[in-house]
């Protein structure tokens, strides 16, 4: 199912207190969850193309992965030395790629 549908758009909103909030404004004015659990500020926080994942990527070196439509935590992703600066998903939503301040890229396969 896609985050976009007869539900409205989804969003998701950091900030350097460490949480997102994923948000429906087509229904509501109040965050449909708060997504907790990195130790630093948020950096980039991106919904893989399906629509199924949202990945945040932080200053305390880990990638957090949510489901799309409720914001529920399924796993962190480790791996890096330095903070995760960006992420970005692979058309088939299958790869996550990783940006970090340690001059390294990781390919996430999350099949």
Same mark, same amino acid.
């Given at each position: 199912?896609?985050?976009?549908?007869? %539900?409205?758009? +989804? +969003?998701? &909103?950091?900030?350097? @207190?460490? &949480?997102?909030? $994923?948000?429906?404004? =087509? !229904? #509501?004015?109040?965050?449909?969850?708060? +997504?907790?659990?990195? %130790? %630093?500020?948020?950096?980039?926080?991106? /919904? #893989?193309?399906?629509?199924?994942? =949202? *990945?945040? *990527?932080? /200053? @305390?070196?880990? =990638?957090? !992965?949510?489901?799309?439509? &409720?914001?529920? /935590?399924?796993? &962190? $992703?480790?791996?890096?030395?330095?903070? =995760?600066?960006?992420?970005?998903?692979?058309?088939?939503?299958?790869?996550?790629?990783?940006?970090?301040?340690? #001059?390294?890229?990781?390919?996430? @396969?999350?099949?």
């Amino acid at each position: 199912k896609d985050a976009v549908g007869t %539900q409205g758009e +989804l +969003l998701v &909103t950091v900030s350097d @207190d460490h &949480t997102a909030y $994923l948000w429906n404004p =087509i !229904l #509501s004015t109040k965050p449909v969850n708060r +997504l907790v659990g990195h %130790q %630093q500020p948020i950096n980039f926080v991106a /919904f #893989s193309p399906n629509g199924r994942y =949202i *990945a945040t *990527a932080s /200053f @305390d070196k880990s =990638i957090r !992965l949510w489901e799309g439509r &409720t914001g529920k /935590f399924i796993a &962190t $992703l480790r791996g890096h030395v330095g903070a =995760i600066y960006q992420v970005c998903w692979s058309a088939d939503s299958r790869l996550l790629v990783s940006a970090s301040k340690d #001059s390294t890229m990781k390919v996430w @396969d999350l099949r």
